[in-house]
């Protein structure tokens, strides 16, 4: 009898690898026809897919190869995410007092926005439902939280407004950045307070008139960047031409170039210089517009890399 239990499991067993051998086989034939397709002559297929149970390779494809990853890379960022803090985890932003307000709604201190890694603190719904990625305003969560305070009572604040990124070391570039990156969306700085992905709203349209300056509006903005318009509005059918430029670690944007009267416009994604910064800029504007009265400044917390 135990014979025979032992001649059923070792049975079961070579079926078992059997039919994985057939599948892997399978697999590799349905890639091995899309990958036959090509890419053209500028690109090549890289695959290596290997099994989380036993770490066995079941198929590769010029896994050798070195590739540039853009965007893919984010695959194994969600990847590790999913893997190591796991979908039901919540990123938590606050603001923050060392002291409980007073009879008369006195904050006798600073009041510190506290990030710890939201990356969605902007306008933008998930998932897309609508054909706008952000129908709310890039800074509603600055909003929301001063509304908050207002109905608090909050009346003054003695000291600073600061917004914390402690959270991750103060790391904002990684290596190999290119600088001429550095101005737009996709080479903004890291940081554990990433208000609207650390970039503003660009968006550009031709004047009233030919020769009338463009209009520009860029949002979620502060007073501290200095912005030059050179873009003029030329005669209608005439060429679209813009440039812009902000220097690494400056606070000036400038504008140039052309934009044709009755030109649909054009939107940029420019990276912010200090995130954590913008965010406490915006949340201390926000309450004085709401009739609190701020004595400090806006401030920033970092984490320096020799702190860590």
């Not at 679209?240 to 009755?262: C, H, K, M, T, Y």
């Amino acid at each position: 009898m135990k014979r025979l239990i032992a001649l059923c499991l070792l049975l079961a067993t070579s079926l078992a690898a059997a039919r994985q051998r057939r599948g892997e086989k399978a697999f590799a034939k349905e890639v091995a026809t899309v990958t036959a397709q090509g890419l053209g002559t500028r690109a090549y297929w890289g695959i290596e897919v290997l099994s989380l149970a036993d770490k066995k390779i079941l198929f590769s494809l010029n896994q050798d190869k070195l590739f540039t990853p853009a965007s893919n890379l984010k695959l194994f960022t969600t990847a590790a995410a999913l893997a190591l803090i796991g979908p039901d985890y919540r990123f938590v932003t606050t603001v923050e007092a060392a002291a409980q307000p007073d009879k008369d709604g006195r904050i006798a201190g600073d009041l510190t926005l506290v990030g710890r890694g939201d990356p969605n603190l902007s306008g933008r719904q998930l998932p897309f439902t609508t054909h706008t990625e952000r129908p709310q305003s890039p800074a509603w969560i600055i909003e929301d939280f001063a509304d908050q305070l207002a109905r608090a009572s909050i009346k003054q604040i003695d000291g600073d407004i600061a917004g914390d990124d402690t959270f991750y070391p103060y790391d904002r570039f990684a290596d190999g950045w290119a600088q001429d990156d550095l101005q737009w969306y996709y080479g903004a700085p890291v940081s554990a307070l990433s208000l609207n992905d650390s970039m503003m709203l660009t968006s550009i349209l031709p004047g009233s008139s030919v020769g009338a300056p463009a209009l520009l509006k860029l949002e979620p903005f502060t007073d501290d960047y200095q912005v030059e318009n050179h873009i003029v509005t030329t005669a209608a059918g005439t060429p679209r031409d813009i440039s812009i430029r902000r220097e690494p670690g400056g606070l000036r944007i400038a504008f140039w170039g052309a934009i044709p009267l009755g030109d649909g416009g054009q939107t940029e994604e420019l990276a912010v210089e200090d995130p954590a910064l913008l965010a406490a800029e915006l949340l201390k504007s926000t309450l004085e517009k709401r009739g609190v009265t701020v004595r400090g400044h806006a401030t920033a917390h970092h984490l320096q890399l020799w702190e860590v």
